[in-house]
């Protein structure tokens, strides 16, 4: 991770050739291009649980109860675990930068899209369609108790890319620098589950770029309503090994 000078913002760049696109923190002047992007047929489809229409009120929301308040914690994890002199270095809970952004050739910066990385707490469709409701709920109170850096937690993956990027490779590149340049070794991710809306091929496809290995399709049983409508999910899970390769998860 980089700090920008001017800004003193914190920021990681996409490796060549998407070396234009940077990640950094959510900021105020996202809101309403996030809002144009949550109103997009394109995206929302493959997302669930969105207000529609989805008002300039909701994204501002989010970002000051949600993605702002996150990263801000996360980064202010990060600066204890350097100034501890125990010699222990501390896992951070999340992400610190989440928000990709195009730099154009003026300097000016397009905000494309978000990652988030977040513990399960619904470990059901995390363990798969074999576990009673009641073992999905200790599993997932004991997932969000684990401390920083647990090599047990297990983690949930979720994204979104404005229409006009799509299809350029870009979250595939940007899943597997925030998985590998931050969330393995500053947030000691070793576990990750993903689901994808039926139909979402690119995003399963993202993921099997990535490592993640296809486990099952989760028949409308989880209540996952979509416009209305419900959708079946592919769950897909990550596993990383210390040979520094991704495998095939053991049920997360
Ligand atoms: C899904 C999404 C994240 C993909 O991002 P992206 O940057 O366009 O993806 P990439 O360009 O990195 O890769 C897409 C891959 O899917 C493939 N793909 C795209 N549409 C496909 C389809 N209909 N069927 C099969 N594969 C498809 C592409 O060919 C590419 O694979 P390849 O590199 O092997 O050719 C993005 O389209 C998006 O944000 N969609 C709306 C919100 C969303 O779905 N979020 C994820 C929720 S789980």
Known sequence: MFINATTHEPYIRLPHPLSN???????????????????????TTWLSSLPSPYLLEHARERLDTFTKKYTAQHLAELEAAADDQSGRSGAVGGLVTNTVREVLEDGSEVMAGTLWFRRSGEMRVCVGADVTAEEAERLSKENLARPNGDPEIVWMY????????????????LLRTLLHEWAVPRMGVRKMSAGAIQGNEASVRVMQKN??????????????????????LHMLEWEFDEAGSSTAGSRC
Request: glycine share 10%; proline share 5%.
């Open 21 to 43: 696109f940077i990640v950094t923190p959510p900021r105020d002047s996202d809101v309403e291009a996030f809002t144009l992007q949550m109103n997009d047929p394109n995206v």
């Open 158 to 173: 979720g994204n979104h890319l404005a229409t006009s990027h799509h299809g350029r490779g870009i979250t595939t590149v």
């Open 211 to 232: 490592g993640f290995k296809y486990r099952e399709l989760l028949e409308n049983e989880r209540g996952l309503v979509v416009n209305g409508v419900a959708k079946n």
